[in-house]
């Protein structure tokens, strides 16, 4: 599920750091690796089933396992940062916020495979919000991320900035708070799927549903600006970004068929001319 918002991820940062993917070829194997090797780690939901001790072990190894190749993504994607030409544009503060939840959501992860632990915080609050950090603040923020990209080429028309960094706040904290809180919440034990709690748990479920409102807050704000700016938004320019990908030499929004001619491709997608004196 998370494969495609990885991919967006991989598009936008080459545009705003100015400067060709850090380890493209190692980037494109792990997205396989993660899908093959995401495909045999499906038993670590029932290391409490009864499942034999040799099964356990197996499928918490591979559970630790398929954390490399995302852990590999990672790690090139901050090295794309480093001595770029950083453009802090929406788009990139969201890709940004990805890779920050994301790592919170992968280790949290890798905790579910050590088969000691599985043990007391499966099936509670925990495992709830380790899955929104992955789901939400992984695959989620990064939609956001290429929605923000990709939007004055859909739409032809600018949102406001000052608005969608306005949304970041709310956004960002409501979602720690109602997600952070869950999983502080698992870990003592409040069991999930539950309508009710005993006492112990009541502030830090007060804490993460105060969160909860925050983050529909920053949702709405966030939606509300894009919505208003399909419709009265500045006309934008056909590529605002200065990306370098074919879909930036047309015109936005696209016309009927994209391009008039055959595009003639002379370099590579993440080519970026080297200023002058560098």
């Known amino acids: ?23 493209y070829k190692a980037i494109a194997f792990s997205s396989m690796s993660i899908a093959g ?3 045999l780690v499906w038993a670590h939901h029932m290391f409490t089933s009864g499942m034999s001790s040799t099964a356990n072990m197996i499928f918490s190894l591979l559970t630790m396992i398929v954390a490399v190749p995302s ?19 929406p788009p990139l503060l969201f890709a940004l916020t990805f890779i920050f939840l994301f790592c ?14 599985n043990v007391h915080i499966h099936d509670t609050y925990f495992i709830v919000g380790h899955f929104h950090y992955v789901m939400f603040g992984g695959t989620g923020m990064a939609l956001f991320a ?7 080429k859909m739409w032809g028309k600018m949102y406001s900035k000052k608005a969608i960094y306005a949304s ?8 720690n708070m109602l997600y952070f809180g869950m999983m502080i919440l698992g870990m003592m034990g409040m069991p999930r799927r539950y309508y009710v709690h005993l006492p112990q748990y009541h502030t830090m479920h007060v804490v993460a549903t105060v969160g909860s409102w925050l983050l529909v807050l920053g949702l709405l704000m966030f939606f509300g600006a894009l919505l208003y700016a399909i419709f009265k938004g500045e006309k934008a320019e056909d ?26 491709i002379t370099h590579g997608p993440y080519h970026f001319e080297p200023k002058e004196g560098k």
Do not use: C, H
């Open 146 to 152: 290429a929605l923000l990209y990709w939007f004055p």
């Open 239 to 264: 590529n605002p970004w200065g990306g370098v990908t074919l879909e930036w030499t047309v015109p936005s929004p696209p016309p009927l068929e994209n391009f008039e001619t055959i595009p003639t």
């Open 168 to 175: 970041w706040y709310p956004m960002f904290i409501g979602f």
């Open 104 to 117: 919170i959501g992968g280790l949290t992860g890798v905790m579910q495979g050590a088969l000691a632990l």
């Open 71 to 89: 852990a590999i993504k990672v790690f090139n994607w901050v090295s794309t940062l480093y001595k770029g030409s950083i453009d802090f544009q």
């Open 1 to 23: 599920m998370i494969l495609p918002a990885m991919g967006a991820i991989s598009e936008i940062l080459p545009t705003f750091t100015k400067r060709p993917i850090f380890g």
């Open 37 to 39: 090797v995401g495909s």
